[in-house]
T-cell receptor
């Protein structure tokens, strides 16, 4: 089954404790990205990657890092999480007709 | 800069037809797509328009006019399960999403 997986699905952590949200897709897509979704602010792109070893900033990259060492994986790293990074995060894989396939989401709370 | 405008909320009755509009301002436009998101779920892809005109997929249709920087999503024979948020998204140099339209379908 074609899918995008994310882990963990839910995470409660404390300020400053480094964390990684993993993302993997099995559709051999080149383009992947990360969004955060907040009430009243919609979906905002954090980072995107158009191919292996190529990453670019989206609209809200501050406080986040990504890496794309292989085509299927695109982890999101928060080196020092802060409460304003409490959000719902989606990993996305983009198909050849520009359709975006969303992962199930990771609900992060930073205390 | 980039901007997308869509209504914040729409209400319709079961069996009716509803149209959700999206106007955009962007440079380097490639196409317009639509997504559905139920409460607590992830957005799911509905349609993509790269060229002007109407694309039909079952009860859902999507339209694009590049010259007017405008598109819409048309939902026919509304069902209760269509109650959700609907987002338009532009593919330019990267992707941009509208703020979403909450559709309430009433019996």
């Amino acid at each position: 089954e074609a899918q995008v997986t994310q882990n963990p699905r839910y995470l409660i952590t404390v300020t400053g404790k480094k964390l990684t949200v993993t993302c993997s897709q099995n559709m051999n897509h080149e383009y992947m990205s990360w969004y955060r979704q907040d009430p009243g602010l919609g979906l905002r792109q954090i980072y995107y990657s158009m191919n292996v070893e190529v990453t670019d900033k989206g609209d809200v990259p501050e406080g986040y890092k990504v890496s794309r060492k292989e085509k299927r994986n695109f982890p999101l790293i928060l080196e020092s999480p802060s409460p304003n990074q409490t959000s719902l995060y989606f990993c996305v894989s983009v198909g050849s007709y520009n359709e975006q396939f969303f992962g199930p989401g990771t609900r992060l709370t930073v205390l | 800069g980039q901007s997308l405008e869509q209504p914040s909320e729409v209400t319709a009755v079961e069996g009716a037809i509803v149209q959700i509009n999206c106007t955009y301002q962007t440079s380097g436009f490639y196409g317009l797509s639509w997504y559905q998101q139920h409460d607590g779920g992830a957005p799911t892809f509905l349609s993509y328009n790269g060229l002007d005109g109407l694309e039909e997929t079952g009860r859902f249709s999507s339209f694009l006019s590049r010259s007017d920087s405008y598109g819409y999503l048309l939902l026919q024979e509304l069902q209760m399960k269509d109650s959700a948020s609907y987002f338009c998204a532009v593919r330019a140099n990267k992707f941009y999403f509208g703020s979403g339209t909450k559709l309430n379908v009433k019996p």
